[in-house]
């Protein structure tokens, strides 16, 4: 499943956000934050063990943090590439992590993050152009698999 594929499997998405769970609630909205993947994914794909996301090269995912308060997260992820390239991430503008990814599977990793009231915006990216492998016809760069936001605690100022 999943490069070789021309048609890749959609699974329903099924991140996580854990821990601290309210403080991703809105009372104003009764919901719960979610991540939102916008532009540069892929749809989620996955199998009974596994899901992923492909990214093209340049990718959002927002999150909103409800209230006044910073919180302290924690976003883990495995990273895949296809071939050698540099993946990095920002969040709202500034750098805060990079990798050099060979050909596959990366290390697990685990990054705390202070994420702001309101909105926030990751950006995961690599300058390195995307590949097309055989008949699949997406633009192909990297991919997140096993992601998930753990909300830790609010941060005072």
Do not use: H
Request: glycine share 10%; charged share 25%.
């Amino acid at each position: 499943a999943g490069i070789a594929r021309l048609d890749p499997v959609y699974v329903p998405e099924r991140y996580d956000i854990r821990g601290a769970s309210n403080l991703g609630y809105d009372p104003a909205t009764n919901r719960f934050s979610t991540l939102e993947f916008g532009e540069g994914w892929y749809i989620s794909e996955g199998n009974p063990s596994r899901f992923w996301r492909w990214s093209s090269g340049d990718a959002t995912i927002g999150f909103r943090v409800p209230g006044e308060r910073k919180v302290r997260a924690i976003f883990s992820f495995t990273p895949r590439s296809l071939g050698e390239r540099e993946i990095g991430l920002e969040i709202n503008g500034e750098s805060v992590w990079s990798y050099q990814c060979v050909n596959g599977y990366g290390e697990a990793q685990r990054m705390e993050l202070i994420l702001q009231p309101g909105d926030n915006n990751l950006r995961v990216s690599s300058a390195q152009p995307p590949l097309r492998i055989g008949q699949d016809p997406r633009d192909l760069s990297f991919a997140l698999y096993e992601y998930k936001l753990d909300l830790i605690e609010a941060v005072q100022d």
